[in-house]
């Protein structure tokens, strides 16, 4: 598997901290507690329940166990971007019945969500396989899980955008509007502030139109975001560039379109439905022995 973006084990920690206060309250786990004898001990299976998913976030699965409790005993069978199929066994969890069953929901709440984006992702980058085009991910995702999706979009086969708005200039429809208020030359004039004020920084312009293409082009920017084209209009728009910048397919991407939008010439494919319009998929924690 190529390189993975780094999880942030310190963010992971604060969002499982979140989600076990929601889930326990004041009180507890009141049914486990009040039915399950405290020195019950079990032993769990995560199963998957989908005819084909890509895994992610078993490590995470596990992070919620150990914080709930240390001395669970979590084995993992399969590892971040193997190809799953129904019936298979991902991870076999030992320890204190109690433990176990209080965290079943918050550890299925998070692996299911990862695994629905690596496989939505493996998805979307087999359709271009084959060709120089990578699919992106973009920034619509679950506040608060960007790190984690975008690690699992990557498991998934597929690339990773800009991570937020630090780390890279992205000059939109709207910041090109706002900039066209001091009169012609918007994109000129924003790409040169944008190189003034962080040098540092890659530039990308979004371009609704074919003339914008070409003055982002002639600024010399890193990356022209092709927004809502045809396919022909980015053909033109592969001509105009010549090479100078990336060219980043966006807006109106299917999964129908994406085969053809790979043979045209353009670098990446960006989509929003590697993070935002995902299934979770089916994982079931099964008690396989009660003691």
């Not at 209080?102 to 990862?114: D, M, P, S």
């Not at 074919?210 to 809502?228: K, P, S, T």
Request: hydrophobic share 40%; net charge negative.
């Amino acid at each position: 598997m190529k390189n993975l973006p780094a999880i942030d084990w310190k963010r992971v920690e604060t969002l499982i901290d979140l989600a076990l206060s929601e889930d326990l309250g004041d009180l507890g786990d009141t049914t486990t507690t009040a039915c399950v004898p405290e020195n019950a001990r079990a032993q769990a299976i995560l199963l998957c329940k989908e005819d084909e998913m890509v895994l992610a976030g078993i490590g995470v699965a596990e992070k919620v166990f150990k914080t709930i409790d240390p001395e669970l005993e979590f084995t993992a069978l399969k590892s971040d971007g193997d190809l799953c199929v129904r019936g298979e066994k991902l991870a076999v969890i030992s320890g204190s019945a109690r433990s176990i069953l209080t965290g079943e929901r918050t550890a299925l709440n998070f692996i299911q969500r990862l695994c629905g984006v690596a496989t939505m992702s493996r998805i979307y980058a087999r359709e271009l396989e084959g060709t120089s085009c990578i699919v992106l991910d973009t920034r619509k995702t679950t506040p608060g899980y960007r790190n984690l999706e975008k690690y699992a979009v990557a498991v998934g086969g597929a690339g990773n955008h800009r991570i937020g708005l630090y780390d890279r200039i992205m000059i939109k429809d709207n910041h090109r509007e706002l900039a066209a208020i001091e009169g012609d030359g918007a994109i000129t004039r924003a790409v040169d502030r944008a190189r003034a004020a962080y040098p540092q920084l890659e530039i990308e312009v979004e371009a609704d139109t074919l003339d914008e293409v070409a003055e982002a082009a002639n600024c010399g920017v890193e990356h022209i975001m092709l927004d809502n084209m045809s396919n022909e209009e980015m053909k033109k728009a592969v001509a105009i560039n010549a090479g100078r910048a990336k060219l980043e397919a966006s807006g109106g991407i299917t999964l129908k379109r994406l085969a053809s939008i790979g043979q045209i010439g353009v670098d990446f494919v960006s989509s929003g439905a590697l993070t935002h319009s995902v299934r979770s998929m089916d994982i079931s924690l099964d008690i396989e022995v009660c003691r």
